[in-house]
């Protein structure tokens, strides 16, 4: 106990306590440092107001999506302007091909009459307009053998 009581009655002066200089400034430092100071400042303005003109702002990010958009725009109106062909009637089809296209298609095909016929009747199909009669020549049909190459 007499130490502790002896260490808090002692009372410490700061003037009693050396002191050693840990830093030390290099020769001139404060005499030069406002000039140093404000060169530094003038380098940071110029930079500001150089960055203020010269910025340089790209813009194709922009037009990526300006041409994404119109590519779209595109086909929607495409879309709309010419729809699709939903109507999938047999009849209006068949009225699109001419009556030389399915002769040629059937003369290549390996269908003939007598099959044709059949499926008519087995599926109840009636020809509305009866097959006009005509007088054909042997000379006739041998052309018409020979054009369709029968």
């Given at each position: 106990?007499?130490?502790?009581?002896?260490?808090?009655?002692?009372?410490?002066?700061?003037?009693?306590?050396?002191?050693?200089?840990?830093?030390?400034?290099?020769?001139?430092?404060?005499?030069?440092?406002?000039?140093?100071?404000?060169?530094?400042?003038?380098?940071?303005?110029?930079?500001?107001?150089?960055?203020?003109?010269?910025?340089?702002?790209?813009?194709?990010?922009?037009?990526?999506?300006?041409?994404?958009?119109?590519?779209?725009?595109?086909?929607v109106i495409a879309f709309w302007v010419f729809p699709l062909n939903t109507d999938?009637?047999?009849?209006?089809?068949?009225?699109?091909?001419?009556?030389?296209?399915?002769?040629?298609?059937?003369?290549?095909?390996?269908?003939?009459?007598?099959?044709?016929?059949?499926?008519?009747?087995?599926?109840?199909?009636?020809?509305?307009?009866?097959?006009?009669?005509?007088?054909?020549?042997?000379?006739?049909?041998?052309?018409?053998?020979?054009?369709?190459?029968?």
């Open positions: 106990m007499s130490k502790e009581n002896s260490n808090s009655d002692k009372k410490i002066r700061l003037d009693d306590i050396k002191t050693k200089s840990q830093y030390k400034a290099p020769d001139g430092y404060f005499e030069n440092l406002t000039a140093s100071i404000d060169k530094l400042i003038d380098e940071e303005e110029s930079k500001v107001e150089e960055s203020k003109f010269a910025k340089v702002v790209s813009l194709r990010k922009g037009w990526y999506y300006i041409a994404a958009s119109l590519a779209a725009a595109c086909v999938n009637n047999p009849e209006l089809l068949l009225s699109k091909v001419s009556n030389d296209e399915i002769i040629a298609y059937l003369a290549y095909s390996e269908l003939n009459t007598e099959d044709i016929v059949n499926e008519l009747v087995s599926n109840d199909i009636s020809v509305e307009e009866p097959m006009p009669e005509f007088e054909l020549s042997n000379e006739d049909a041998d052309a018409l053998l020979d054009y369709y190459a029968l």
